[in-house]
T-cell receptor, first 111, second 113 residues
Framework: NAGVTQTPKFRVLKTGQSMTLLCAQD?????MYWYRQDPGMGLRLIHY???????AKGEVPDGYNVSRLKKQNFLLGLESAAPSQTSVYFC??????????FGQGTRLTVV | DQQVKQNSPSLSVQEGRISILNCDYT??????FLWYKKYPAEGPTFLIS?????DKNEDGRFTVFLNKSAKHLSLHIVPSQPGDSAVYFC????????????FGKGTKLSVKP
């Protein structure tokens, strides 16, 4: 039972490049989330999904897109990376009781 | 406008003593509160939670207290151990908000042997 798995764990992008971060969960959770963590800023919600085929914007959605084609996967895309998107990205999935399970994170650097 | 505030960026405690981490919130609609612990290079892990219908929840060395009138909660760790050294995040949610958690900025706890 892997829980929540994020791929990749590290990535360096050049400004303007695109990439997709993958989050996979094997707990059959309906809700999935993408957060970013920046120094001194805590975790801020980018986008979330309440079920297969649904997505919604969080607190800081600009510059990101998401898709939830399968219940177990939640993809976060950066179409044209900017240095301001240098951050650590965390995916989480949630039971109905609000306890979120987090992946190990993806450290992204945009140069 | 921060809805969940952790005003102490860091806290240093001696091993065996009590650690008290504080959290304030502004949204009176929050009805569920959680604490997460995060080690470097790892994802946050759930520690303990409390519903707004309670004022205390205890789990081993960890106790969370909720004061709804003051919109304040605290996490007590007794006794503190060096392995407790981590960043602690306070989080809150509103029933029916589809599990959306609003996080504080975190408090870095250092427990010295």
């Amino acid at each position: 039972n892997a829980g929540v798995t994020q791929t990749p764990k590290f990535r360096v992008l050049k400004t303007g490049q695109s990439m997709t971060l993958l989050c996979a969960q094997d707990m059959n959770h309906e809700y999935m989330y993408w957060y970013r963590q920046d120094p001194g800023m805590g975790l801020r919600l980018i986008h979330y999904s309440v079920g297969e085929g649904t997505t919604a914007k969080g607190e800081v959605p600009d510059g990101y897109n998401v898709s939830r084609l399968k219940k177990q996967n939640f993809l976060l895309g950066l179409e044209s990376a900017a240095p301001s998107q240098t951050s650590v990205y965390f995916c989480a999935s949630v039971t109905g009781v609000t306890e979120a399970f987090f992946g190990q994170g993806t450290r992204l650097t945009v140069v | 406008d921060q809805q969940v505030k952790q005003n102490s960026p860091s806290l240093s405690v001696q091993e065996g003593r009590i650690s008290i981490l504080n959290c304030d919130y502004t949204n009176s609609m929050f009805d569920y509160f959680l604490w997460y612990k995060k080690y470097p290079a790892e994802g946050p892990t759930f520690l303990i939670s409390i519903s707004s219908i309670k004022d205390k929840n205890e789990d081993g060395r960890f106790t969370v207290f909720l004061n709804k009138s003051a919109k304040h909660l605290s996490l007590h760790i007794v006794p503190s151990q060096p392995g407790d050294s981590a960043v602690y995040f306070c989080a809150a949610s509103v029933r029916g908000s589809q599990g959306n958690l609003i996080f504080g900025k975190g408090t870095k706890l250092s427990v010295k042997p």
